[in-house]
């Protein structure tokens, strides 16, 4: 029989400890089940002896990853009995240690949640980014808390969309209460023309491929987009788009969504050079197109383009 495991990734001080608590006293979840908590850390928040009787849960610390074996557990489920397992994993270990164990053990992972601390995010992106990006890409669920409105949250869920576009992302304020997502937005989705400046074409991008239905019919004006007429692209298309660093200076790749010109004059498709730059006005909308290889995406039809600029920076950083 499966032991059904939650895995509560962060640094320390992220929250961890508080989701867990706030889980367990959710009512999906206080069922009556016995649950078992492998805290690989201790950090200033704690399990109080009423709240793990209430919600019928026992903490084991786990002191070093080495001590995190299939025997370890094997004899952690004959002992104690639980129905299912919170991992309180430390965002400094490596996501293969535990896969490792959970691999061999009747052990089988639900759900990944990764907790990131708002006010220190931009810290350890800045110095531990690499880390951070491992995490985004492992997780099912990033919630970053403690949250104010000096917080660029829209850039955080840019680069964790960026590698892990499955990923649902939350932002929570110091109060509990939520971020409304086109709060994040630095431009007006709403808006009869959605102009999108060249520095925050990533965060369009993104939301695009995340909300589809906000921009069906819309119409976007972005500016200084980088076109592309790769060999083989059939006449009357353009890719529209800019180049994107995702993790590190090695893994750079071009984002950008098809776009059709047959509404735009036939003399100013021939200006339109590969390796230009440009402001283009289009119309977005959703079709199964083979450049998609035959699935549905997005697909920019476009209505006006002229000659743009190049930015300063011509690297999006996500």
Not at 99 to 115: F, G
Not at 222 to 250: K, Q, W, Y
Request: charged share 30%; aromatic share 10%.
């Amino acid at each position: 029989m499966e032991m059904p495991v939650y895995l509560i990734w962060g640094f320390l001080e992220s929250g961890k400890t508080s989701f867990i608590k706030d889980t367990l006293n959710q009512e999906y979840f206080a069922d009556g089940e016995r649950t078992m908590i492998l805290s690989f850390e201790e950090g200033e928040e704690e399990y109080e002896e009423s709240f793990l009787r209430e919600s019928n849960s026992f903490v084991l610390q786990v002191e070093d990853i080495e001590d995190f074996t299939p025997a370890f557990v094997e004899n952690c489920e004959k002992n104690y009995h639980p129905d299912r397992i919170m991992i309180e994993y430390n965002g400094m270990y490596q996501i293969e240690d535990v896969m490792d164990v959970i691999d061999e053990t009747d052990m089988e992972l639900y759900q990944i949640i990764v907790t990131v601390d708002a006010s220190t995010a931009e810290l350890y992106l800045k110095n531990m980014r690499s880390l951070m990006v491992e995490m985004f890409k492992m997780a099912d669920m990033v919630i970053f808390n403690r949250c104010t409105d000096e917080n660029n949250a829209s850039s955080y869920r840019r680069s964790i969309k960026a590698v892990n576009r499955r990923a649902q992302v939350g932002f929570e304020r110091a109060d509990g209460k939520e971020f409304e997502l086109n709060e994040m937005l630095p431009y007006d989705p709403e808006a009869e023309i959605i102009r999108v400046e060249e520095d925050d074409f990533g965060i369009w991008y993104i939301d695009v491929l995340e909300r589809p239905n906000v921009y069906m019919g819309k119409v976007v004006e972005l500016s200084n987009v980088f076109v592309r007429r790769p060999h083989g692209i059939p006449a009357g298309l353009i890719l529209p788009g800019r180049s994107a660093m995702t993790c590190c200076e090695d893994d750079i790749t071009f984002i950008g969504f098809i776009c059709q010109m047959n509404h735009v004059k036939s003399s100013t498709i021939k200006k339109v050079q590969d390796g230009s730059w440009a402001v283009l006005t289009a119309k977005i909308s959703m079709e199964n197109h083979k450049a998609y290889g035959g699935k549905q995406g997005p697909v920019l039809k476009a209505l006006r383009i002229e000659q743009g600029t190049q930015p300063k920076d011509k690297l999006i950083c996500f």
